[in-house]
């Protein structure tokens, strides 16, 4: 037990503990999406996630960028960025939709019980993991040094890096936009109305198939911003990227309550600080078991997370 | 948990088997567990034994490897399939029960007990019931889906402290974990290292007594109460039936019989450590069973046995100048998806007993 | 927590023959039970006190009082939404009251866990259908019958003697109450395939399988033809014949009239009248109540 040490540097993880968390938050979206509107766990998001950590890469090799190269001007670094992620989003959006069609359509067409579903999506991330693991020689890969971390902001002995200010920046916007999306678009009315009763938005007309689509599609695009961001964060991804991340994710959605847009938030950024707390007190072994303990001792005492559940009360 | 009409494929044949006397189903049955025996000599017959037998891996150890799987697959279907409960991770049963029986054997461990194999089992049995009960115990008043999340924490908790801790000696791990007692005519131990088939036979004799007994437990009010909680929770306990109560008996019949797997599984490797308790593998055993067919023993065997059984398989197989066990891993995972979608009741549904009922009626009628 | 006797077939048939006043037991264990509260009625079998539920800002129900006796059939009617299926919610340990007492045989309910007040002698049916619908018809009533089976895990699996006795008598009883309801052909059917009559049938049969004292039925006539309706409050009878305190919730006046003893009507959660089916139908409050017209005495 290293209690001086968490004390002395509580500034420092603090913001590791929220740069982490912001990556866990937008990734446990796509759980959390799915989730409140067909009451599923889809087990594949985390390998959306993962296409996304090597679309953005493969995109950046493109423009002969690798791990060896040197960092770009302001300008190149902020236009290959942008790449990046409309590239990790593309591929992520499009993986979920290939997820959705593929493993979850035909079952519901045929009207399967929940446990089926969680299998064919078990089966979908284990083929999406594989294939990118045969194809990558089971080796990491790294990423090039698009941002090259530097204190921006010193408050006592907190440095907060550029890089650290981009993730949360780009998290909270990312999560503003999705909460105004679904609170205020008419799509996102159409999410709500089925999240919360579907039978009902079925006679109201709003097409339950086109809800799901897009709930896969939006959870995909926040994989994707997620992806770029871990990658940048690591400076690595391998195959298994997508499967380690996804459990710590799915936790955070649960620990703020699965369905629950906010919930989301509150869980990553909780699971994050959480795990870099543990971790500089009991050694970083110990990081993910700390995560478990907490969210089984948060369940115990609120046993539907922290927000409670609905997604169509996200303001509850 | 609500249920989807249910394909009802299987049911002549069942019915058919169902509709003969009591002699002749116990025929069957013997025949069948006595072929299971002989399974280690397929490769004998011709044409069509060669076709069945793995390349990359000789085909004794195939059907040991297959042999935990299905003692797992049974395991985990008593508390996925019976009683309905999502158990992300039941590898750290499988985990508990290997690593006592390391523990209590091995020249490396602490303890420094060194006790023969045999031995070992009725204590690892044992803790690995009280594990159950103890994760059970706060977590099954919880809501299906959190249950699932905390039980794989469960497991990855079992392997983050085998990994850090120095009593479970992380990534060296415990060797000269002792073989099953036993010694043949010529002397030489039965359990040896060199031919995997006594393995086999023991995996498949420990096999047909938990299938004896999971039957038992079907075929009684446990089961019923098992089946009732899974189907209306809810109108399960205002008809009386005290949910927690059986909620935590499968949870611990499904320790148990997970804790069986792991030693077994101990004793043939004569080495573990922590790399071998990863999610992957409890993930692949829940596959198996609902890929079999969820709530039923066949349906847990069928599947236990494939997952297995296609990856080994598939070793040491090139097709097109790239070797197929590369991809072992990803075709799985295409099959998996394949057998959903074409079966989503599992390739043997659950429609069980309402055959053996109308059996049954018959035999109480005349009273 | 009293364990009665197991019904033998017997004493059912015994019971079916004669229609006579032979109970179905619940044992003796039941009048040693230590009695709490202030001594009532003495042939009152449950009391419901002052009870009060609220949820959230809502009153559900409104300090509800009635005492239902021995062998009688008791309606709880009022239109919809009532409070009705609450109060039997709460009598059978789904909701607990926000305040007030519940007493059955003197004992409270109060916090009683569901599937004790199912074993102290308390079954229901439910207002929606809710068997276990991959059960064959046979299989759900013995559910029922369990409740007073003693079988342990470790007797199942090494079936040990109590399993076959158990499993032997629960089947009889259970094959006698499906009879009993008049669905004994159906036995072996998956319940899902039943027509929603024997659906409705089933459910009794269950509820009666675990023995009860008080059998309370939520609108079991809900979506009956004429025909259907009379075929059964003659089952119901026939249920009070043997013994069973039959408690009934409808909305359904005229059904009601036809096969109760005494009546409490409930309208926005209070309590608005108690009598004889013609006391209630002469009732001004309850008229009102039926008819729409808001009165001062609601």
Same mark, same amino acid.
């Given at each position: 037990?290293?209690?001086?040490?968490?004390?002395?540097?509580?500034?420092?993880?603090?913001?590791?503990?929220?740069?982490?968390?912001?990556?866990?938050?937008?990734?446990?979206?796509?759980?959390?999406?799915?989730?409140?509107?067909?009451?599923?766990?889809?087990?594949?998001?985390?390998?959306?996630?993962?296409?996304?950590?090597?679309?953005?890469?493969?995109?950046?090799?493109?423009?002969?960028?690798?791990?060896?190269? *040197?960092?770009?001007?302001?300008?190149?670094?902020?236009?290959?960025?942008?790449?990046?992620?409309?590239?990790?989003?593309?591929?992520?959006?499009?993986?979920?939709?290939?997820?959705?069609?593929?493993?979850?359509?035909?079952?519901?067409?045929?009207?399967?019980?929940?446990?089926?579903?969680?299998?064919?999506?078990?089966?979908?991330?284990?083929?999406?993991?594989?294939?990118?693991?045969?194809?990558?020689?089971?080796?990491?890969?790294?990423?090039?040094?698009?941002?090259?971390?530097?204190?921006?902001?010193?408050?006592?002995?907190?440095?907060?890096?550029?890089?650290?200010?981009?993730?949360?920046?780009?998290?909270?916007?990312?999560?503003?936009?999705?909460?105004?999306?679904?609170?205020?678009?008419?799509?996102?009315?159409?999410?709500?109305?089925?999240?919360?009763?579907?039978?009902?938005?079925?006679?109201?007309?709003?097409?339950?198939?086109?809800?799901?689509?897009?709930?896969?599609?939006?959870?995909?695009?926040?994989?994707?911003?997620?992806?770029?961001?871990?990658?940048?964060?690591?400076?690595?991804?391998?195959?298994? *990227?997508?499967?380690?991340?996804?459990?710590? *994710?799915?936790?955070?959605?649960?620990?703020?309550?699965?369905?629950?847009?906010?919930?989301?938030?509150?869980?990553?950024?909780?699971?994050?600080?959480?795990?870099?707390?543990?971790?500089?007190?009991?050694?970083?072994?110990?990081?993910?078991?700390?995560?478990?303990?907490?969210?089984?001792?948060?369940?115990?005492?609120?046993?539907?997370?922290?927000?409670?559940?609905?997604?169509?009360?996200?303001?509850? | 948990?609500?249920?989807?009409?249910?394909?009802?494929?299987?049911?002549?044949?069942?019915?058919?088997?169902?509709?003969?006397?009591?002699?002749?189903?116990?025929?069957?049955?013997?025949?069948?567990?006595?072929?299971?025996?002989?399974?280690?000599?397929?490769?004998?017959?011709?044409?069509?034994?060669?076709?069945?037998?793995?390349?990359?891996?000789?085909?004794?150890?195939?059907?040991?490897?297959?042999? !935990?799987?299905?003692?797992?697959?049974?395991?985990?279907?008593?508390?996925?399939?019976?009683?309905?409960?999502?158990?992300?991770?039941?590898?750290?049963?499988?985990?508990?029960?290997?690593?006592?029986?390391?523990?209590?054997?091995?020249?490396?461990?602490?303890?420094?007990?060194?006790?023969?194999?045999? !031995?070992?089992?009725?204590?690892? +049995?044992?803790?690995?019931?009280?594990?159950?009960?103890? /994760?059970?115990?706060?977590?099954?008043?919880?809501?299906?889906?959190? /249950?699932?999340?905390?039980?794989?924490?469960?497991?990855?908790? %079992?392997?983050?402290?085998?990994?850090?801790?120095?009593?479970?000696?992380?990534?060296?791990?415990?060797?000269?974990?002792?073989?099953?007692?036993?010694?043949?005519?010529?002397?030489?131990?039965?359990?040896?290292?060199?031919?995997?088939?006594? !393995?086999?036979?023991?995996?498949?004799?420990?096999?047909?007594?938990?299938?004896?007994?999971?039957?038992?437990?079907?075929?009684?009010?446990?089961?019923?109460?098992? +089946?009732?909680?899974?189907?209306?929770?809810?109108?399960?306990?205002?008809?009386?039936?005290?949910?927690?109560? !059986?909620?935590?008996?499968?949870?611990?019949?499904?320790?148990?019989?997970?804790?069986?797997?792991?030693?077994?599984?101990?004793?043939?490797?004569?080495?573990?450590?922590?790399?071998?308790?990863?999610?992957?593998?409890? %993930?692949?055993?829940?596959?198996?069973?609902?890929?079999?067919?969820?709530?039923?023993?066949?349906?847990?065997?069928?599947?236990?046995?494939?997952?297995?059984?296609?990856?080994?398989?598939?070793?040491?197989?090139?097709?097109?100048?790239?070797? +197929?066990?590369?991809?072992?891993?990803?075709?799985?995972?295409?099959?998996?998806?394949?057998?959903?979608?074409?079966?989503?009741?599992?390739?043997?549904?659950?429609?069980?007993?309402?055959?053996?009922?109308?059996?049954?009626?018959?035999?109480?009628?005349?009273? | 927590?009293?364990?009665?006797?197991?019904?033998?077939?017997?004493?059912?048939?015994?019971?079916?023959?004669?229609?006579?006043?032979?109970?179905?037991?619940?044992?003796?264990?039941?009048?040693?039970?230590?009695?709490?509260?202030?001594?009532?009625?003495?042939?009152?079998?449950?009391?419901?006190?002052?009870?009060?539920?609220?949820?959230?800002?809502?009153?559900?129900?409104?300090?509800?009082?009635?005492?239902?006796?021995?062998?009688?059939?008791?309606?709880?009617?009022?239109?919809?939404?009532?409070?009705?299926?609450?109060?039997?919610?709460?009598?059978?340990?789904?909701?607990?009251?926000?305040?007030?007492?519940?007493?059955?045989?003197?004992?409270?309910?109060?916090?009683?866990?569901?599937?004790?007040?199912?074993?102290?002698?308390?079954?229901?049916?439910?207002?929606?259908?809710?068997?276990?619908?991959?059960?064959?018809?046979?299989?759900?009533?013995?559910?029922?019958?369990?409740?007073?089976?003693?079988?342990?895990?470790?007797?199942?699996?090494?079936?040990?003697?109590?399993?076959?006795?158990?499993?032997?008598?629960?089947?009889?009883?259970?094959?006698?109450?499906?009879?009993?309801?008049?669905?004994?052909?159906?036995?072996?059917?998956?319940?899902?395939?039943?027509?929603?009559?024997?659906?409705?049938?089933?459910?009794?049969?269950?509820?009666?399988?675990?023995?009860?004292?008080?059998?309370?039925?939520?609108?079991?006539?809900?979506?009956?033809?004429?025909?259907?309706?009379?075929?059964?409050?003659?089952?119901?009878?026939?249920?009070?014949?043997?013994?069973?305190?039959?408690?009934?919730?409808?909305?359904?006046?005229?059904?009601?009239?036809?096969?109760?003893?005494?009546?409490?009507?409930?309208?926005?959660?209070?309590?608005?009248?108690?009598?004889?089916?013609?006391?209630?139908?002469?009732?001004?409050?309850?008229?009102?109540?039926?008819?729409?017209?808001?009165?001062?005495?609601?």
């Amino acid at each position: 037990m290293n209690f001086s040490g968490l004390i002395q540097d509580f500034g420092p993880l603090t913001i590791a503990g929220l740069t982490q968390g912001a990556i866990i938050a937008l990734f446990a979206l796509g759980y959390t999406l799915v989730y409140g509107v067909l009451r599923l766990i889809n087990f594949a998001h985390s390998e959306v996630f993962l296409v996304g950590t090597y679309a953005c890469l493969i995109v950046w090799g493109f423009f002969g960028l690798d791990q060896n190269s *040197a960092t770009p001007g302001m300008g190149a670094v902020i236009g290959y960025l942008l790449i990046g992620l409309v590239a990790a989003i593309l591929i992520s959006g499009v993986t979920a939709l290939a997820v959705e069609v593929v493993a979850y359509r035909p079952l519901r067409r045929r009207n399967a019980p929940p446990l089926a579903f969680l299998i064919t999506a078990i089966g979908a991330s284990l083929f999406i993991s594989e294939v990118v693991g045969v194809l990558t020689h089971r080796n990491q890969r790294g990423v090039p040094n698009l941002i090259r971390p530097t204190d921006v902001l010193v408050i006592g002995n907190m440095h907060i890096t550029n890089l650290q200010i981009l993730i949360i920046g780009l998290a909270l916007v990312s999560m503003f936009a999705l909460d105004q999306f679904i609170n205020r678009s008419r799509l996102g009315r159409g999410i709500r109305a089925v999240a919360q009763n579907p039978d009902a938005a079925a006679l109201m007309g709003v097409n339950k198939s086109r809800v799901i689509m897009l709930v896969f599609l939006v959870g995909g695009l926040m994989a994707g911003i997620a992806a770029v961001m871990y990658d940048l964060k690591i400076g690595v991804t391998r195959f298994d *990227a997508g499967f380690i991340l996804g459990i710590e *994710a799915f936790t955070a959605a649960v620990l703020g309550g699965i369905g629950n847009l906010r919930g989301a938030l509150l869980g990553g950024l909780l699971l994050g600080l959480v795990q870099v707390y543990a971790a500089s007190l009991l050694g970083s072994e110990w990081l993910r078991a700390a995560a478990f303990i907490i969210l089984v001792l948060i369940l115990l005492f609120r046993p539907t997370g922290l927000l409670g559940e609905s997604l169509g009360r996200a303001r509850a | 948990m609500s249920t989807a009409n249910g394909k009802t494929n299987g049911r002549a044949m069942r019915g058919l088997f169902g509709r003969q006397p009591v002699a002749v189903r116990v025929l069957v049955m013997v025949l069948v567990a006595v072929a299971a025996y002989m399974l280690p000599y397929v490769g004998s017959i011709p044409l069509i034994g060669p076709q069945i037998i793995t390349q990359g891996i000789d085909w004794p150890s195939a059907l040991f490897n297959m042999s !935990y799987y299905v003692l797992l697959a049974l395991g985990l279907n008593v508390v996925v399939g019976y009683a309905g409960l999502l158990d992300l991770g039941y590898v750290g049963f499988f985990a508990v029960g290997a690593y006592c029986t390391a523990l209590l054997t091995s020249p490396d461990s602490i303890l420094k007990t060194e006790w023969a194999w045999l !031995y070992s089992i009725p204590i690892a +049995l044992a803790i690995t019931m009280v594990a159950g009960v103890l /994760l059970g115990w706060p977590t099954l008043r919880l809501r299906g889906d959190y /249950l699932a999340i905390v039980t794989l924490g469960f497991a990855e908790i %079992i392997r983050i402290v085998a990994t850090s801790t120095d009593i479970l000696r992380g990534e060296r791990g415990f060797s000269s974990i002792p073989h099953p007692p036993g010694e043949g005519t010529d002397g030489k131990p039965i359990f040896g290292v060199a031919d995997a088939t006594p !393995y086999f036979w023991l995996g498949l004799t420990v096999i047909i007594l938990v299938i004896l007994g999971v039957r038992n437990l079907d075929r009684s009010r446990v089961g019923r109460s098992w +089946l009732a909680i899974r189907e209306d929770e809810e109108a399960a306990e205002i008809m009386g039936v005290r949910t927690f109560k !059986y909620k935590l008996w499968a949870f611990a019949i499904g320790a148990f019989i997970g804790a069986l797997g792991g030693t077994i599984w101990a004793g043939n490797q004569n080495f573990i450590n922590s790399a071998t308790f990863q999610l992957q593998f409890s %993930i692949l055993v829940l596959a198996g069973v609902v890929m079999g067919g969820s709530g039923n023993i066949a349906g847990a065997i069928l599947g236990g046995a494939l997952i297995s059984y296609i990856p080994d398989r598939l070793r040491g197989i090139e097709a097109g100048g790239v070797d +197929l066990y590369e991809y072992r891993f990803a075709i799985f995972g295409f099959a998996i998806i394949l057998i959903m979608v074409l079966r989503p009741q599992g390739l043997i549904p659950s429609r069980r007993r309402a055959m053996e009922l109308k059996d049954r009626e018959k035999e109480v009628a005349p009273q | 927590m009293s364990e009665p006797h197991i019904e033998t077939p017997e004493q059912l048939d015994e019971a079916n023959a004669r229609r006579a006043d032979v109970p179905i037991p619940t044992g003796p264990a039941t009048e040693e039970e230590p009695r709490s509260g202030r001594p009532a009625d003495p042939d009152a079998l449950l009391e419901v006190d002052d009870v009060t539920l609220r949820f959230g800002g809502v009153v559900a129900l409104n300090s509800v009082s009635f005492t239902l006796r021995k062998g009688e059939i008791f309606g709880l009617i009022g239109p919809n939404g009532a409070g009705k299926t609450t109060c039997f919610n709460a009598i059978t340990g789904v909701y607990r009251p926000t305040s007030g007492g519940i007493r059955f045989q003197g004992e409270s309910l109060v916090g009683k866990k569901r599937h004790q007040i199912t074993t102290s002698g308390i079954a229901r049916t439910f207002q929606n259908v809710r068997l276990f619908p991959e059960m064959t018809a046979l299989e759900n009533v013995m559910v029922g019958a369990d409740a007073h089976h003693k079988t342990s895990v470790i007797s199942a699996l090494f079936r040990l003697p109590r399993h076959w006795r158990e499993e032997r008598t629960g089947r009889a009883r259970s094959l006698e109450l499906l009879r009993f309801v008049g669905i004994e052909h159906r036995a072996g059917e998956v319940s899902r395939n039943l027509a929603y009559g024997e659906q409705r049938r089933l459910e009794i049969a269950r509820a009666l399988a675990t023995n009860p004292t008080l059998l309370c039925l939520d609108e079991p006539a809900a979506g009956f033809n004429p025909a259907e309706k009379v075929d059964l409050l003659n089952l119901i009878k026939k249920i009070r014949d043997t013994g069973v305190t039959v408690l009934l919730i409808e909305h359904d006046m005229r059904l009601v009239m036809g096969v109760t003893d005494r009546i409490v009507v409930l309208e926005f959660g209070k309590k608005i009248a108690e009598g004889t089916p013609a006391e209630v139908r002469d009732n001004p409050a309850v008229i009102a109540a039926y008819l729409g017209v808001p009165t001062d005495a609601a």
